[in-house]
């Protein structure tokens, strides 16, 4: 049941002063009580389902608009309509302000509604009415008529716009909430990350725990839609709870329900990951004479969109050739001057907020409002106290940390795909190599495979800034043998265009050729190594046949190709991020390397069963990765790479010749199969595709190889076009 009328009473109000008709109102109304009735069900619907249901439900209605959600439930075999009804509890109508409906049928404006708005509050309200409907919400329900009329005197109206807070998690628990219409959601700051905690609706009461504890607000409460609330101080609230123990049993089974709610949403709901806020932390030691950030600020201040914030919070840092700025200790006092040499780029220096365990009120309130004005806003900070990083980590959309000699506390608390953390070399291999151990085992999610020496730290600036703008590119490359060879073309023709890759992931013979771009080989070494190794070969360049108890091939030669290529070297020692895959067989699910020997991981990669042995390693038996994932689009995505490039060099085995001549042709065509297979899942992760005409070409047909690269470069002019417009949309240059 719906608090109280109090849409009805606006509604009353804007009738009686002209502002809408009658007919206006019912119409109002009635589209009020159906969006009610369904947006109802979607709430109840969703506290009844996992994450991973509530996805596909949402992917179902998204493809379907025509279904209902009824219908779509029912479809997914997730919930019935018997049950639904089953479970929906009594009077649990749920509705959205009265204003918005207005709003959305066109019949009043934002603006003049918002005019009408601030006449309707300040306007004596007829408590009789509100007394009738206080009875029905349990918490009051206990209370004698006369502390009802009390209590109907003391609230006051609020109306939020969707968006805003109605309270902030480190201010003044000065008062609770009962929601009129509208909802409102609980989110708290947790290990780095912003949870949902809860949420309310009609009747629903907030704000209660840091009244009761007489302290600071610890969750943020959100309007999700334009919410109206009526509130109760806290000298009024705590006064019930002392004159009435009906209330104050009422009040405790309130927050017990409340209580059990948050540790639900806490074990199964997502974080938030919506905010303008970018932070970039640069621990203790990382940065000793302020040559990264430098390279980040210039970097940041060419890539981020018009409008955009730097907060440099750095100690003893002044960005080069930037006029000084008066450093404050508070956001809220702190000066803003635009970028050389751009206008709409701004900076700000501030110093010391990150020594705080509690933001101050006003930094809060100023970084808000920033928020709403700022396309975004970076922050170039050291890591601080544990609550600074919590308040910022919890508002953030995705963090960096750069660490060399000393490791903050938080790392193992970061989350794949919002946070990365960059390893910067200390000068000494040992040394890097058992800190890199460390951070492998405590964070191998987060941690950036490739190790930062000093001269890789410029274009790791680089690249930090790009991601942070939202303008990184990733390669994907698929695998097919010989017919790999493409990729040498696709990779001709974007050279030209002056692309700067910022990560690359790739499966069988791609992450040979993506290895090759990823260690810093040029385009005419690599023509050169494939012209020797394989184009110019007679027969197979792999051939050394053996008696096939594990497989055919010793696989020694191949080792031996890898090793001319990539020598010694480790997945560390790479310039561009890689992530090579592989198929671990004692499992059957698709493994990304992140360590380890470049040639072994390549060869591990691309050891197709029967074919080549499989490898042995920690991560488990490894062999093809493209069986499962032959273009491993999705690990970059995972990676929150912004424009990914998928090159797929698959075939449809129904359009190539087949003649089962040998066990050899039948093992690779089956293999033609699985990677055609893996596939078809992976478009979602890609944001464009390159497709060379390789149909008519074998995995071993290294002798055709300069057809082949030619096939490359013919499908990249092909769709050249359409790829600069794309990255031109995605604001890449």
């Known amino acids: 049941m719906a608090f109280i009328e109090a849409s009805h009473m606006l509604g009353d109000f804007l009738v009686r002063n002209r502002a809408i008709t009658a007919a206006d109102l019912s119409r109002a109304l009635e589209l009020q009580k159906r969006v009610a009735a369904k947006l109802g069900l979607l709430s109840l619907a969703q506290g009844l389902l996992s994450e991973d249901e509530r996805l596909l439900l949402d992917t179902r209605l998204q493809m379907n608009p025509e279904e209902t959600l009824e219908e779509a439930l029912a479809g997914l075999e997730l919930l019935s309509t018997a049950e639904l009804a089953e479970r929906r509890p009594l009077n649990s109508e749920y509705r959205i302000p009265l204003g918005n409906v207005l709003q959305q049928l066109g019949i009043i404006d934002r ?56 309270y902030r998690a480190g201010e003044k628990s000065n008062g609770i909430y009962v929601i009129e219409s509208g909802l409102v959601r609980m989110l708290v700051e947790m290990k780095g990350e912003t949870r949902i905690t809860g949420s309310a609706q009609n009747g629903d009461i907030f704000g209660i725990p840091g009244v009761l504890t007489a302290s600071i607000r610890e969750e943020n409460a959100l309007a ?27 009040t405790a089974r309130q927050i017990g329900g409340l209580y059990q709610s948050s540790i639900h949403n806490l074990r199964y709901k997502t974080r938030i990951n919506e905010s303008k806020l970018f932070a970039v932390y640069l621990a203790p030691g990382a940065d000793e004479h302020d040559e990264l950030a430098n390279t980040l600020f210039e970097s940041l201040s060419a890539n981020l969109p018009p409008n955009s914030l730097i907060i440099n919070a750095l100690p003893d840092f002044s960005p080069t050739g930037m006029r000084q700025i008066k450093r404050s200790t508070s956001l809220a006092r702190a000066s803003v001057k635009p970028v050389k040499p751009r206008k709409d780029i701004f900076y700000t220096q501030v110093h010391g907020i990150e020594d705080h365990e509690i933001v101050d009120n006003a930094s809060v309130e100023w970084l808000r409002r920033a928020t709403g004005r700022c396309a975004a806003i970076v922050l170039l900070v050291l890591p601080g106290t544990r609550g600074f990083r919590r308040f910022v980590m919890g508002l953030s959309r995705r963090t960096a940390t750069l660490v060399r000699h000393e490791f903050p506390g938080y790392l193992n608390f970061l989350k794949p795909g919002r946070d990365r953390i960059y390893q910067l070399s200390t000068g000494s291999v040992e040394n890097d190599r058992r800190n890199r151990g460390d951070l492998q ?48 073309g696709v990779l001709d023709i974007l050279e030209k265009t002056g692309l700067v890759i910022d990560m690359i992931s790739g499966a069988s013979a791609g992450a040979h050729v993506g290895g090759m771009l990823a ?33 055919f091939i010793r696989g020694n030669k191949y080792r031996n190709l890898l090793k001319t290529a990539f020598g010694n070297s ?22 990304t390397l992140t360590s380890g020997d470049m040639a072994e991981s390549i060869l591990a990669s691309g050891s197709v069963p029967g074919v080549f042995p499989p490898i042995v390693r920690r991560e488990g038996v490894l062999a093809d990765g493209g069986m499962l994932n032959n273009i491993p689009a999705n690990i970059l995505k995972d990676w929150d790479t912004s424009f990914v490039i998928g090159i797929n060099t698959s075939i449809d085995p129904s359009n190539t010749p087949f003649k089962p001549r040998s066990i050899g042709k039948i093992m690779l065509q089956t293999l033609d199969i699985f990677m055609l297979q893996s596939v078809k899942s992976h478009e979602e992760h890609t944001d464009f595709d390159i497709k060379p005409d390789v149909d008519a070409f074998s995995v071993t047909d290294h002798n055709r190889g300069r057809e082949i690269i030619e096939e490359g470069r013919r499908a990249t002019r092909r769709v050249l076009p359409q790829l600069l417009r794309a990255l031109k949309k995605a604001g890449i240059q």
Not at 534 to 545: L, V
Not at 570 to 591: C, H, N, Q, S, Y
């Open 570 to 591: 480790t997945i560390a020692d790479v310039e561009i991020p890689f992530f090579p895959v592989a198929t671990d067989l004692k499992t059957g699910l698709p493994v």
């Open 111 to 166: 603006r003049s509604f918002k005019q009408w708005l601030l006449r309707f509050e300040r306007q004596k309200f007829d408590r009789s009415k509100l007394k009738q409907q206080l009875k029905k919400i349990s918490i009051f329900a206990a209370l004698p008529p006369a502390a009802l009329s009390r209590l109907c005197n003391e609230l006051t109206y609020k109306y939020f716009t969707a968006g805003d807070y109605v």
């Open 224 to 250: 999700i839609t334009d919410t109206v609330v009526w509130r109760l101080t806290s000298t009024h609230f705590l006064r019930l709870i002392k004159d009435y123990p009906g209330f104050a049993e009422r």
């Open 441 to 488: 085992r405590d964070c191998p999610g987060t941690l950036i495979p490739n190790l930062i020496t000093r001269d890789k730290e410029k274009t790791t600036a680089e690249r930090i800034a790009r991601w942070i703008a939202g303008k990184s590119v990733g390669i994907a490359f698929g695998g097919g043998g010989a017919r790999a060879l493409s990729h040498l």
């Open 519 to 551: 260690t810093g080989k040029t385009l005419p070494w690599m023509h050169e190594y494939f012209q020797k190794h394989a184009i110019a070969r007679k027969g197979h360049p792999f051939n050394d046949y053996t008696f096939p108890f594990v497989a």
